[in-house]
């Protein structure tokens, strides 16, 4: 930082930088328009980059008082995608969340950019019709509601892009010689998100070159690829029996899953903003894990909780989806997934095959599966007659209600019969009832 900056009577801005030309065109337009020192936060998040070090020093270039380049990956595995497992995220049971995880993680990491530096505001470079600009500022407000949070691609005049390239022109931003990216992409650890461009039209099969992570399940292996994952405490530590972090491991199992062919999604998708949008996704390891831990789950988790757990999962993806990860519900779901998390530890085998996954193999210490209780061999543990009682009890209530319809219906049927249509009752031994139409047509 120079002396001259650091003692400029500017208010300071920190804006979440990605080095494309929307947010370089952000850097100027804060600075010339508002009249603001930027300084940049770079977060790596596992996102594919051609050099981290080249976006600084464009940053840099455009006279910014700052650029922190930090490298989120870690604590994005074990803050983020560790809460995002426990929950089995899936956003309208399809979406693994990708976007909707790393937004309110780069939001912290603003805000404590803020902080260090005095700055009054905090800048993102989202449009006015997504969901991220929901995450970034809802999670900025939580964090600390007394900053300014600028939005400058919703707030300029550049509309379309050649009034953006004209500005950036005018105003020394460079302008990359190939401009015309078909597609809108976020992508990090967990996955990659491609919508825009012929994918508006949701009859459009997705064109095989959106995929960087998948190869084509028609070019996958004629043979079949099997993945042993171990978790400890819900949390995978484990691939094929080698102990590793989680960012390695889903590095690992992204490489592994996405040469299977597996891990494409093509949805419909209903944002926060109430627009339909078309999405497709590549998140080969975020699904295999999900399915793998899910498989654990059945294994380990008593009914009760295991179907509980299933309306709170709906909860937790859909606050997280709408940028509500520092709201007080999401925190207390997160103490709940937390607490059904602690017996989950235990091997799922998996199996990929030309795009599929499949759960093959699970076995765990704390499982309550019991062959005894579940065989249909003779050593049968499970008491059968005592299914008998347990049934009659707990139909008691609908054999009740049951009784009570057919008298009343038959009392009905007695004052108004008419002649053609009547149903017959026959109240049979035992209370049983049964129904004969006597249709005459
Ligand atoms: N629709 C997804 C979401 O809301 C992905 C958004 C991806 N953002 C992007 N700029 N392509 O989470």
């Given at each position: 930082m120079s002396t001259e900056s650091m003692n400029s009577a500017k208010e300071k801005v920190v804006l979440a930088y990605s080095g494309g030309l929307d947010t370089s065109v952000c850097v100027k337009w804060l600075q010339d328009e508002l009249g603001y020192d930027v300084i940049c936060v770079l977060g790596n998040v596992g996102q594919e980059h051609d050099g981290l070090e080249k976006i600084e020093a464009k940053a840099k270039a455009l006279g910014v008082v700052a650029c922190e380049v930090v490298d989120m990956r870690e604590e994005f595995a074990n803050e983020y995608l560790t809460c995002a497992i426990a929950a089995n995220a899936m956003y309208e049971n399809k979406y693994p969340l990708l976007s909707a995880l790393s937004r309110p993680l780069i939001s912290k990491h603003l805000v404590d950019a803020a902080h260090k530096y005095g700055a009054t505001a905090v800048a993102h470079g989202c449009?006015?019709?997504?969901?991220d600009q929901v995450r970034f500022e809802t999670s900025i407000m939580a964090l600390d509601p007394t900053l300014k949070v600028i939005a400058p691609v919703r707030e300029w005049?550049?509309?379309?892009r050649p009034d953006e390239i004209a500005y950036a022109k005018a105003h020394g931003v460079p302008v990359p010689?190939?401009?015309?990216?078909?597609y809108s992409i976020d992508d990090n650890l967990w996955g990659r998100a491609i919508e825009a461009g012929?994918?508006?039209?949701?009859w459009n099969e997705p064109?095989?070159?959106?995929?960087?992570?998948t190869v084509s399940p028609l070019e996958a292996p004629d043979e079949p690829t099997y993945v042993e994952l171990g978790f400890e405490a819900g949390v995978p530590v484990s691939l094929d029996g080698e102990k590793m972090g989680l960012v390695e491991l889903v590095d690992k199992l992204n490489a592994i899953a996405g040469a299977a062919g597996f891990g494409r999604i093509d949805m419909i998708e209903n944002r926060y903003v109430g627009i339909k949008s078309r999405e497709c996704y590549e998140v080969p390891a975020g699904l295999a894990i999900i399915q793998a831990h899910k498989a654990l789950e059945d294994l380990c988790l008593e009914r009760d909780v295991l179907h509980y757990k299933l309306g709170l999962e709906q909860t937790w993806a859909d606050q997280v989806y709408n940028?509500?990860?520092?709201s007080p519900l999401k925190l207390a779901l997160d103490a709940f997934m937390g607490a059904t998390?602690?017996?989950?530890?235990g091997e799922i085998k998996l199996k990929l095959y030309k795009g599929s996954c499949v759960v093959v193999g699970r076995k765990s210490a704390?499982?309550?599966?019991?062959q005894q209780l579940a065989t249909?061999?003779?050593?049968?543990?499970?008491?059968?007659?005592?299914?008998k009682g347990f049934i009659d009890i707990q139909a008691l209530s609908i054999k009740t209600w049951a009784m009570k319809q057919a008298q009343l219906e038959q009392a009905h049927a007695a004052a108004f019969?008419?002649?053609?249509s009547a149903a017959a009752f026959d109240v049979v031994e035992g209370g049983a009832v049964e129904l004969s139409a006597a249709a005459s047509l």
């Open positions: 449009t006015g019709k997504g969901n005049d550049l509309g379309m010689v190939s401009l015309d990216k078909p012929v994918l508006e039209d949701p064109p095989e070159d959106i995929w960087t992570m940028g509500r990860w520092f998390q602690e017996a989950l530890t704390a499982a309550l599966y019991d249909y061999d003779n050593d049968d543990a499970f008491d059968q007659q005592a299914a019969v008419p002649q053609s």
